[in-house]
């Protein structure tokens, strides 16, 4: 199958810092990303979707000046968290999808855990 | 009420066991459904898609019941490495037109020796 890399897959900060998550389609043109959310013990929860050279849609509750996200190009989506709080510790998930091949299989980006201090 | 309702579990079975998970979802315009896995601090990965015919795919067999919103997976002869959290997915096209997938909270399945 396809596949999606992230990076990195950890990461700790100080409370105020920003930081940022790649994710990357690696062999197939990614028109749609999607970054979920998963607390411990909990369901994914959808952040927001992004379609290459457009602004992201975000979900409900989730607010787009604390996470942007940017989709510069068909293989790369990056996800900033700015001033980072604990309540932010989470696993950060990205997918990715091709509309153009005809299908909406989502392939999985390993994640990245953020603790933030 | 949760759009993606699964029994958290932990489901506890000896090796070899036969165990069914149900999943029952409220959105009756979804189109798409899904099992995925997920291991312990790793990202979900689709085990199998879930047809309306019911469909298979070695030990394990998907059913999906339109009329009553239901979804099912059946896993025969369990492995030690079935050990993992299943993920009821569901696939809909939402007010905004957009489709997105939409995550249950996971049974988890521990396969004992």
């Known amino acids: 199958g396809a596949v999606v890399s992230q990076h990195p897959s950890w990461v700790i900060c100080k409370s105020g810092t920003s930081v940022k998550i790649e994710c990357r389609s690696l062999?197939?043109?990614?028109?749609?990303m999607f970054w979920y959310r998963q607390f411990p013990k909990q369901s994914l929860m959808l952040m927001a979707t992004s379609n290459e050279g457009s602004k992201a849609t975000y979900e409900q509750g989730v607010e787009k000046d604390k996470f942007l996200i940017n989709h510069a190009s068909l293989t790369l989506s990056t996800l900033t968290v700015t001033s980072a709080h604990p309540e932010d510790s989470s696993f950060y998930i990205c997918?990715?999808?091709?509309?153009?091949?005809?299908?909406?299989?989502?392939?999985f980006g390993p994640g990245t855990r953020l603790t933030v201090l | 009420r949760k759009e993606v309702e699964q029994d958290p579990g932990p489901f506890n079975v000896p090796e070899g066991a036969t165990v069914a998970f149900n999943c029952t979802y409220s959105?009756?315009?979804?189109?798409?459904f899904f099992w995925y896995r997920q291991d312990c601090r790793k990202e979900p990965k689709l085990l199998m898609s879930?047809?309306?015919s019911g469909n298979e795919d070695g030990r394990f067999t998907a059913q999906l019941n339109r009329a009553s919103q239901y979804i099912s997976l059946l896993i025969r002869d369990s492995k030690l490495s079935d050990s993992a959290t299943y993920l009821c997915?569901?696939?809909?096209?939402?007010?905004?037109?957009?489709?997105?997938?939409?995550f249950g909270s996971g049974t988890r399945l521990q396969v004992q020796p």
């Open positions: 879930v047809y309306s």
């Open positions: 959105n009756s315009a979804s189109q798409s």
């Open positions: 997918s990715a999808s091709n509309r153009l091949a005809g299908t909406d299989t989502q392939y």
């Open positions: 062999d197939f043109q990614a028109t749609t």
């Open positions: 997915v569901v696939n809909f096209r939402g007010d905004t037109g957009r489709r997105a997938l939409t």
